[in-house]
């Protein structure tokens, strides 16, 4: 069932923008949801930190000991929000391992075998959150599960199957697009 105040706040905070938008994978869309405007939204990441501890806490294989994991750059506000509601650690999966420092892919504290819930903001083909899982298994995680703000109902859901993933989302592009008075083919 749809998370009718997260959508409506995501509607309010003007997350969701109609025209002609080029996506990240390449593809073009009608519509666009701009993950950075929620994401510094004070009420959205409210919400979305409320719905994902719930999400966690109704989940029978969610049990102590399990570490969250942001995508970087885009779930680091997400993961962060969602550890403070949840009391739960979390580690940062960087898109590339960077060429200083400690020069970490994943950062923070990862112990083998832990139980890693992956957050992400929008899920489109989920080939970031795929790419997370491969970086976080090789780090000792073990990881099953991707949980998402916004699934745009695109192939993540089976590309992530095919990696042993599960995708469980907040709010699904058909969802947020009903009744939208700017979209006339909502759910499209």
């Given amino acids: 069932m749809a998370n009718d105040a997260l959508i409506s706040a995501l509607r309010d905070a003007d997350a969701v923008k109609y025209g002609e938008f080029e996506l990240s994978h390449g593809g073009t869309s009608s519509y666009y949801v ?6 510094t939204n004070p009420r959205c990441l409210e919400l979305i930190g409320e719905a994902f501890a719930q999400r966690l806490a109704e989940a029978d294989w969610y049990e102590a000991g399990t570490t969250l994991a942001g995508v970087a750059l885009g779930a680091v506000p997400l993961v962060a929000v969602t550890s403070i509601e949840t009391g739960t650690p979390y580690v940062i999966a960087r898109k590339q391992q960077k060429e200083y420092g400690t020069a970490n892919l994943i950062e923070g504290e990862l112990s083998g075998g832990e139980e890693v819930v992956i957050l992400e903001d929008i ?34 859901r089976e590309n992530l199957a095919e990696h042993g993933l599960e995708l469980d989302s907040l709010v699904t592009a058909s969802e947020l697009l009903a009744d939208a008075p700017e979209h006339s083919d909502a759910g499209a």
């Fill in 34 to 39: 701009d993950k950075y405007v929620f994401e």
């Fill in 123 to 156: 899920a489109t083909t989920g080939q970031s959150a795929v790419d997370a899982a491969e970086a976080l298994r090789e780090a000792g995680g073990t990881v099953s599960h991707v949980f998402v703000v916004v699934d745009r109902e695109e192939g993540a």
